[in-house]
Structure formats: structure tokens, C-alpha cells
């Protein structure tokens, strides 16, 4: 049975559960994981005054149980093994995680995946602005592994994205991969505006787009019929990812951009 | 008041000839005071310095901590803050960000831990003055001044060209005492007002300023001379122009000549002592010997390094054009000012890698200048902080002083080139202790003409820094055993130890250290007509309040 915590007592004021990974708890008895110390606010106080714990994770899975939309920082720096949320979430999901696995059945806050370095986060549900994102200030963003998302997301969505993969199932809001060194955003559901603004490299696809906007610093290319599209979408199917096989020998119109910038990145947009 | 006594530790003051004695110190109100001649006196306290090295606490006379310019970069570099250690509230200290730029209270409690008792701001516009004086005040308890920049500024620009050198002296003592600042700078003089002109730059010491008919040779040769006949006590203080270009040593060397035997400060030398052609860097190299050869047999100059050290910090400068020039090479964000009829700036993160070439070969220009000047105390140690690295670097560069081995080691790992373009490979000079004291407490407190600080003789300032001896040179200058500021152990076992209110309110903690130099009060409706011509805000308000000064000293100008 895998280690569970359930939030019992909801907190108005945000929880940071950052100190609890799959690491820290591993080895732990239920009464040992209660007495660690999380942040409330500006003080701190024993995950047992909120959460119940039962269960552990010797088999390297953590579950977590209630409306955890107040708790931030769940999976942060991950590292390995499989860790459930089931719920909504908080800001910061899997925020500089390096490998293993998270997923989310319920609704995200913003940050999910900020600084990914590996592993993957799947989101069953919706997600906020800025996943897989760079933190204000620093030079990259998201450096490696995936987050699957089977709802609609918000804004700046890989935000000075390194590497990677990030899918969409929904609708997107603006900027998309808004300075992105490089990686994969696909999108297929509606979206915003400024897609790719200050992108050097990587590739944007806007699949199930109508008549997207782009910036007029992308200047349309060609229309081609990418075969790594293919690979992708056998990737993508494997887990489960619903339309993944709008990928399938997929042609699209493809635009390079952001000419202000390097201009070697790509936006696809449906032919 | 009462006695404290650091009994039987190896003093080394070299202002007074004391080079590793075993001495007694005496302390009473604040001051260094003659041992009593009754035997049977007894000290409040004695602190036991059996086996340990005594210094007069550091000096540090070039370092950027404080005003818009130290804030702008503390607002720009959340990634380094969101990793850096923090300062927790305690009973001694308030919270605070470390990293490249500390938050004011911590870059106060991170000079007090590294056994440095006062420290310079070394470029302020003005007109920001009372903002530096706002974070002073919580900048706890070392003692502190600041530079303010005259090189572009409009009036002293037009003094110069009328050739009204009485109205140029009024106006710089004016200034002076209307911010409350300690003395007088020039960054890239000329140059940051042809940038914000045009967007281009000073190149030479005879290049005109656009609009203004000077040169850079008249503004260093002009206002060098103003700042000795006001006898101020620290000499003009000179970021050269064309910082950082290849080939800029011909500009430091003419700089020098600029002067006409006035006194002058050469501050972080070693970003001005490059050879190689300008727009080549493949052709970098180091003029320090040159340099230093026309330094050594020029008594009226004194310099501060400006070492760099390998790793991640942030370049903040009031050379508006370089840090344009940075953001270009290094294409990292970028911050610039324009402060009206007086200063630029730029802010741009940079990280020095020891697999550059030329970055290496900057590591080892600062060393060589260093270890290529004669007279210690024409020198004083700097990293420019932030600019070169963080002054917490400078255990490590005491250590690489006092070691060659150690210097060796490092050089075993330059990238291919560096040979040819150095000569650090070939000096095998070791500091001693009592340089080192030189260079960090004795040489910048006589530059800056404090004749209370850096010295630990009767009626010296009681700030004085104990170290452990420890073989791990580097380890003993990082954490000394007791830190005395004012009379006051302010470091106990390399933990701070004083409340946080005594910090704030202990009138020997923390002071200002500023000139109140006479200026001609003739002179004033001039300047006042100019300003309401010019300016953004009133003239009346344009003096600093003397309550921004708080605890504060008027350091007297030279007999």
C-alpha cells in the first residue's frame, strides 16, 4: 500500500509541502512523515496538524488525497518513483524535477513543471499559466523530459524552454514558448496570441488551431508533411494521450521565427 | 566607559612599524588608547589573543553596496537570490538575500564577519544620494562613504571648457557637501555623456565631447588639480576610459600622464591594463609590467586592483557605454540609466570562466598587478565588488598573495595561450602578513586620508580583527575569531554577537564618513541658475537633509 497523505484540515493560507519528496519519505513510518516540517505562510508546522498519513512508500509511490489547490510545491525536485495527486493541486507541481513521474487527476495551478530537468508530469485535468516555464529572472526553462496535459492550459506556456516535450490536449492561452531556446510545444486546441515571441529555436505546433494569428516576425516557409510527427504521436499514444493521432502523417503550414531573433525556430499550423 | 584589553596577540600594524610584535591593546571609548602606566589597572574585559594575529579591522575602498544602481541589480537577479544562502532574523540580525548584490543588511553582517570595518561606495550620482544614505542606515555596522560622479557631469564639464576653475572648485565642494559624499569620481570621464548623446563613446583622452568642447585629458587633469587645492583627503578617484577593451593601456597609461603629478586614485586597474588590438580578442594580453614600470616611479598615484575572480556575479557600473558592451558579448539582460545632467549606468550579469582565455588571462592581470607594484601601500585590495566577484573572495586572494604554489597550481589549468600573454607564470613574490595588512587596511585608510582607521596606534579607532592562525591561509582570513568595531566585540568565534538594536543605535556602529569641504558661497547663484535650467527637481531640495546622515563624522580635509 503506498504511502498516502490526506489533507484533512484545508489551510486559507498556502502550504509549501517542498520538504516532503518521494525521497525524504521513503524510508519513514506514517507518524515520523507527520512530524515533518512544511511552511504555512511565514511559519512552519508539522504536516500532521493538516494532512493524515497512512500507508508507505516503500514501493516508491506517494499519494497524495483532498482539494490540494492550496498546497504548493508537491513533487518539487522529484527525482524518482511515481508520486499521485489526487485532486486539484497547487502551484508548483514537479517544479525542478530531474526523473520519475507525476500524476495529477484533478486541475493544476500555475508553475507545473517550472525548470523540469526529466521524468514526467501528466495532467488529467486542466493546468495554469507559465508550465514548464523558466522562474522570473533565469536564463531557462524547462531543460528536459514531458508534461502531458489532457485539458486546457494558460499563458506563457514554456517559457524559455530549453528541451523537451510539452502536449496539450486543449485550449492555450498567448505566448506560447515565448523565448524558447529550443524543445517541442504541441498544441491541439484553440490558442492565443504571440506565439514563439523571441524563440530561437524548437518547434511550436498548433494543431487543431482555426486561422491562428502569428506574429509577423514569423515568415511562412513552406507546407510539408514532418515525419518526426510520426514519432511523436507513436510516443504520445503510448500514453494514452488522446488525440495524438492528429499526428499521424499530419501536413502542415510551417512558419520560421522569430526573426527579431535567431528565426531558427518553427510554428506549425494545420494545412 | 568601560576597559576591554586583547592581551598577548601578534599585532601587525604597519602604519606604526608593527610587524608581528606580541603587544597588549588597550580600549576605552571607542578609541585605542595608550597602555596604563598602574600596573594595577584592570580591563573591563580582556579578550586572551594568545597565538593569534591581531589587524586593524579592513578597509575596503572600492565596492558597490548601496543606492538605485545596487538595488536595480538586487531587483534583477532573482535566480541567483532564489539559490543563494539567506540571513535569518535572529536576535542579532535581520533577515536578508545574499548572492552576488547582498540586501542591505547582510552585505553589513557579511563585511563585519570577514573582519572588514568600513567599506566605499565608489560611484553615486548625486543627485541619488539620499537614497545611498537610506541603505547606509541599514547597512549595520561597519562604517561607510561614498564617491560621488563628477567625470559627466554638465556644470563641471562646462567649469572646464570656460576654463573657471574657482567656479569648479565652489561647485565640486558644494556638491560634496550637499550629498554628504567622501570624494570625488570619475568613471570613463567624457565618454558616458557621448554615449548618451549619441550613442558612442570616448576612445582616447583627446576625443571632444560633443556639445560640451572638452576632452577627457582636461576633465582627469582638471578636476585632479581642484580636488588637491581643496586638500580633500581622499585624491580624485578614476575608472579610466575605455574599461575592458583590448588595448586599453595606452588610455591608462595617458590617464596617468593626464594627471600633471596631481594626486590620483587608478581604480580596478586591472580591467584597464589590456593590450591587443580592439576589435581582436584573439590578440588579449596583459601590459602590467609597462604599467606598472611608470606607477612604480610615480609617487602622486595609488591604485586598487579591481581582482576578478572565476564564477557568477554582476557587473553594475556608471559607465553606461560598457555596460552596453557587456550586455553585447555576453548577451545576457541588461540594465541602463540615464541620470540627468549627471551620470549613466549599466547592470549586466557575467560569469568568469576559467576555461576563457581571456578571462583567465584577467584573473592574472589583477595578480600581477599585485605582485608587480613596489610600494604596498599604493595599493590597496579590491574585486570591485560585485564587478570582479564578491568581496567574501578576498580570503581567497590573500591566499594566492601569501602562495605561489598556489598560483602555480591554478595556472597549470589555463587554457593554451596564457603564457605567452602574462608574466604571472614568472613572479615568484609572496606577501607576508604585514602586506597583506598593507594592502587591506593600512594602504586604503591612507589613501582615503582617515588618519583613525587601518592603524592600531593610540587614538586609532578601536576596529580591530583577530584571526586564528591556521596553515589554510584562505580559512583564516574567511572567519575570524573576534571582530572589535568602535570598542565593541562585534564577532565572537565567527558569530555575530551584537543585538540588532545595538547595531542600529550604537552611535560608534555604522557611521558616515563624509567631507564638509568651505566653498565660495559667490559662486552659488551661478550653479543655482544652471540647476533650475536643467534639473528635474528643485534646487532647495536637492541638498541632503542631515538627518539622512545619522551617526555620522566629517572626516577633515588635509593639513
Redesign the interface.
Known sequence: MPLAIALTTPSAIPLEVDAVTLQAVRDLKPDAVRGILIQRGNRQAPLGDFFDVSGSAADDTLVWQGDLSRVKWIGARHSGGRVLVEGNCGMHLGSEMTGGEIEVRGNVADWAGAELHGGRIRIRGNAGHLVGSAYRGARRGMTGGEIIIDGHVGNEIGHAMRRGLIAIAGAAGDFLGVSMIAGSILTFGEVGIRHGAGMKRGTIGLLGARDPELLPTFREACECQPVFLNLVAARLESLGFEPAGMLRNRRVRRYCGDLLELGKGEIFAAA | MSMLKIANGTVHDPRNGVDGVVMDLWIRDGRIIPAPVEPDVRADRTIDAQGMVVMPGGVDMHCHIAGPKVNAARK?????K?TARVVRRTANTRSGTTGSVPSTFATGYLYTGLGYTAAFDAAVPPIAARHVHEEFDDTPIIDKGFYVLVGNNHYVMKQVAANEPDRLRAYLAWLLNATGGFATKLVNPGGVEVWKTSGGNAKSLDDPVDHFNVSPRQIVREVARTVDELRLPHSVHIHCNNLGLPGNWTTTLDTMRALEGHRGHLTHIQFHSYGGGVDDQSTFCSRVPELAEYFNSHPNLTLDVGQVMFGDTTSMTGDGPLGYYLHQVFG??WFNADTEMEAGCGIVPIEYKDKSLVHTLQWAIGLEWYLLVNDPWRAAMSTDHPNGGSFLAYPEIIALLMDRERRRAMLERAPKGFRERCTLADLDREYTLNEIAIITRAAPARMLGLDRKGHLGPGADADITVYDRNADIQRMFEIPRYVVKGGRVVVENGELRIPDEDALEDPGLGRLLHVAPDYDAECMPDIQKWFEASYSIQFRNYPVDPSYLHHHEIVPVRS
Open positions: 534583477m537577479r532573482p535566480e541567483e532564489r545576457r539582460k
